[in-house]
C-alpha cells in the first residue's frame, strides 16, 4: 500500500486548504483513513478519521465544525478540507490507513496511531497570522 498526501501550503487565518492523500496497492482490505498532525516539537496527534463501515467520521475537538473528512472510492482517495484555518493548525498533515477487515469500533480505535498500518509522507500547513 502506497498514499501519497498533498494539497498543504501557506495560507493565511480564516482561509481554507483541501488535503488530498491518494491510496494505491491493496487498498480494498482497508477499514478505515485517518489524518494526523506534527508541530514542530509536538507528538503527532489526531485530527480526523473515516471508517468505512457505516461511514462514520471523527474529529479531534479542536477541528469539529472547521475540517471535514470525505471519500472518493473511485479515486482512492480522502480528502480533509481545512476551513477557517488557524495559526495553531500549522503542522505536517500525514494521512495512514488501517487495513483488515470492517470494523464498528468507535472514534478511540481510529484516533490511534498504532491503530494504522501504512502512512503517507506528510504535506506541510502553515497558517500564518
Known amino acids: 500500500v502506497q498514499l501519497q498526501a498533498f494539497g498543504g501550503g501557506l495560507v493565511q487565518a480564516g482561509g481554507s486548504l483541501r488535503l488530498s492523500c491518494a491510496a494505491s496497492?491493496?487498498?480494498?482490505?482497508?477499514?478505515?483513513m485517518g489524518w494526523f498532525r506534527q508541530a514542530p516539537g509536538k507528538e503527532r496527534e489526531f485530527v480526523a478519521a473515516?471508517?468505512?463501515?457505516?461511514?462514520?467520521?471523527y474529529y479531534r475537538d479542536s477541528v469539529k465544525g472547521r475540517f471535514t473528512i470525505s471519500r472518493d472510492i473511485a479515486k482512492n482517495t480522502v480528502y480533509l478540507q481545512m476551513n477557517s484555518l488557524k495559526p495553531e493548525d500549522t503542522a505536517v498533515y500525514y494521512c495512514?490507513?488501517?487495513?483488515?477487515?470492517?470494523?464498528?469500533?468507535?472514534?478511540?480505535?481510529?484516533?490511534?496511531?498504532?491503530?494504522?498500518?501504512?502512512w503517507g509522507q506528510g504535506t506541510q500547513v502553515t497558517v500564518s497570522s
Open positions: 495512514a490507513v488501517s487495513l483488515g477487515r470492517d470494523t464498528s469500533y468507535s472514534g478511540s480505535y481510529y484516533s490511534q496511531p498504532s491503530t494504522y498500518d501504512y
Open positions: 496497492g491493496r487498498t480494498f482490505s482497508s477499514n478505515g
Open positions: 473515516f471508517r468505512w463501515s457505516g461511514g462514520r467520521r
